[in-house]
């Protein structure tokens, strides 16, 4: 099956859609890999491969450290069939891989980092009883080319998400944006890029909104579902429900509660972006 990843700016319920489409008999979801883009970064730097080789080990050792858990900065009112991260693969395999990877670096860099986390994932799917992987960071959402350089065939699900509701959300993470204007930069910055990728790679690309997710999940999977030649939309809702997960619209509009002015700075930065998603501006002209 074709490769599946899943990205989007941060609090766009990226956990939601890969938890959620996990449940699938015969997808198994892998989430909260960054060590996937780290790594990419270190083999793109101008150094001499002894060099790169150190870093790739060195940061494999320290991302593997935690395994089976991962840090994380899920509230307790998220909670998810999977969890707010789901890795099964060990750290002495992790390792192992690791190696081969770097034995692959002097002749087939491309290949060999493609071959290093298809192994990987391979092996999480295996001990999850399932055939194949989907894989999701929500930062893939800006390195679609190389992800497709890697990949050509690849499948990615853009999940989006009413940005003020996502700049509520990011703006009390650590990670996140510090004010609204900086929010409503931030949020278009993450998602134009991907919509852009869209265009120019049709059928490459399946856009996943949250608050379709929430209200009519059998229809906002289907895509999904299409564009991997699976179907049982409606029985893997069924499972992911009856397993005890709450699809809950109610996690929608926050953004209301939020000061006018607050708002008016959000879509002065990303008006346009908002409306083209199908988001009604509240109060600046888009």
Not at 27 to 49: D, G, W
Not at 149 to 178: E, Q, Y
Not at 210 to 222: F, G, K, Q, T
């Amino acid at each position: 099956m074709r490769p599946v990843f899943i990205g989007g700016a941060g609090r766009s319920g990226t956990t939601l859609a890969a938890d959620l489409i996990g449940t699938h008999r015969q997808l198994s979801p892998v989430y909260e890999t960054n060590f996937v883009l780290a790594i990419a970064h270190e083999m793109a730097a101008q150094r001499p491969l002894t060099e790169c080789a150190v870093a790739i080990r060195r940061l494999m050792q320290h991302w593997t450290e935690s395994l089976p858990r991962r840090p994380h900065e899920k509230r307790p009112h998220e909670r998810y069939l999977h969890g707010p991260h789901y890795i099964l693969f060990d750290r002495e395999g992790a390792l192992a891989l690791t190696e081969v990877l770097i034995g692959d670096l002097p002749g087939d860099p491309i290949g060999g980092f493609r071959r290093f986390i298809g192994a990987l994932f391979a092996r999480h799917a295996q001990l999850d009883g399932k055939p194949f992987w989907i894989n999701k960071t929500p930062t893939y959402v800006g390195a679609l080319p190389f992800l497709k350089a890697v990949w050509p065939d690849l499948l990615f699900i853009h999940c989006v998400r009413d940005g003020r509701d996502v700049a509520a959300s990011a703006l009390t993470r650590s990670w996140g944006p510090k004010t609204w204007p900086e929010a409503g930069r931030w949020w278009r910055g993450q998602v134009v890029p991907a919509l852009e990728f869209a265009e120019r790679h049709p059928g490459h690309v399946v856009l996943l909104r949250y608050e379709d997710v929430l209200a009519r999940p059998v229809e906002a999977i289907e895509p999904v579902l299409r564009a991997l030649d699976l179907r049982d939309a409606s029985t893997t809702v069924e499972r992911y429900v009856g397993d005890g997960a709450v699809l809950d619209s109610a996690r929608t509009g926050g953004w209301h509660q939020e000061a006018r002015s607050d708002i008016e700075a959000f879509e002065a930065a990303a008006g346009p972006t908002l409306c083209s998603l199908g988001y009604e501006a509240a109060f600046a002209a888009a």
